[in-house]
């Protein structure tokens, strides 16, 4: 049997989301319904969490959506504490815990393409291959925020109508070098909806994202400033300074960059076109004396979809594990 990795947005193709959406619709109604009616669909079946960074709504959405599948969990959360801390190679340890047949293997790493050699790891596992979802790899790719993101804006756009997101303008903002805009703009790429890049200049979305978003025909532009898109976009996908990714060099070179000519305030809010919605992938940075990315008044406004945006984590990854997991 072809095992299915979820390890680039890349790779992931529209047949496979198109399937992957209608699946964690029927997941929200059946919860909806009743909270313990899908704790057969993976029953007997065990998911690992590998997790190298912190994570909350990643993690815990995971173990939330296996465990309302019946699935159980096992956690590594600081593979510090595991056998690497005596020396082992991370290719023997992959290849090692894939051979204890974990029906899904989640893995969040802090290197970009992590994640890929471990799936490379975990297919030589004794027993053969098992399946990986990518939850995160450094500066690299999330592709199952981006399937959770592509979901949310379907819902949103034109009521939940349409199958694709044309005619949809989207500004995606604020630190464009992280995994979650990589991962976000590769999925759109299938999408077709226009985007406007929004960033300071030290912080533009990479070439291989341009790129890529070229071949595929994808309109897009690039802003320094937010002015001048209030009018035109419909969504605002706002992001946090990566900070934590960055070492202490890339931190010094960054540290002239203002972050409040990236905040979303109130006052862009009502500059805005009418029914605008504002998304993020959270966490949202609002560490006592740092300017939060996004202004605390809008949370508790109706332009605000960042909360609808994470609760739906939990139906694309049940979506997500029962598409990989299911015999
Ligand atoms: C993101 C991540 O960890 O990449 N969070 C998430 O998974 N929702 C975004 C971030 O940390 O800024």
Redesign the pocket.
């Known amino acids: 049997m072809h095992t299915r990795h979820v390890v680039s947005a890349r790779d992931l193709g529209l047949g496979f989301c198109r399937e992957l959406f209608k699946r964690a619709d029927e997941y929200r109604t059946r919860l909806d319904r009743d909270p313990t009616s899908c704790i057969t669909d993976l029953s007997g079946r065990v998911a690992l969490l590998w997790f190298r960074q912190p994570?909350t709504?990643?993690l815990v959405s995971f173990e939330m959506a296996a465990v309302r599948l019946g699935m159980s969990v096992v956690q590594v959360i600081d593979p510090q504490f595991s056998s690497e801390y005596k020396g082992e190679s991370e290719d023997h340890s992959m290849r090692t815990v894939a051979g204890y047949r974990p029906d899904a293997l989640i893995i969040r790493h802090n290197q970009e393409g992590g994640v890929a050699r471990a799936a490379a790891s975990a297919a030589r596992a004794f027993g053969g291959p098992v399946p990986v979802i990518n939850a995160?790899d450094g500066k690299g790719e999330?592709p199952t925020?981006a399937l959770i993101d592509v979901y949310t804006l379907l819902q949103l756009w034109n009521n939940g109508t349409q199958q694709d997101l044309s005619g949809a303008h989207i500004a995606i903002g604020g630190d464009l070098q992280?995994?979650?805009p990589r991962s976000l703009a590769f999925l759109l790429a299938d999408y077709g909806p226009e985007i406007t890049f929004i960033s300071a200049p030290e912080l533009r979305v990479g070439e291989d994202v341009k790129e890529y978003l070229r071949t595929r025909d994808i309109s897009f532009t690039e802003e320094t400033e937010i002015d001048g898109t209030l009018q035109r976009a419909h969504f605002w996908y706002w992001?946090?300074t990566?900070n934590d990714q960055r070492t202490d060099k890339e931190k010094a070179r960054l540290a002239h960059v203002d972050p409040r000519s990236m905040q979303l305030r109130l006052s862009h809010v009502r500059g805005m076109r009418k029914g605008a919605k504002i998304l993020h992938?959270?966490?949202i940075n609002r560490k006592p004396g740092d300017v939060s990315e996004i202004e605390p008044a809008i949370d508790d406004i109706d332009t605000a979809a960042y909360w609808q945006q994470s609760a739906n984590g939990l139906y694309v990854r049940m979506a997500v594990l029962q598409t990989l997991c299911s015999p």
Do not use: A, E, I
């Open positions: 994570s709504r990643t995160g999330h925020q992280g995994r979650v992001t946090r990566q992938p959270m966490p």
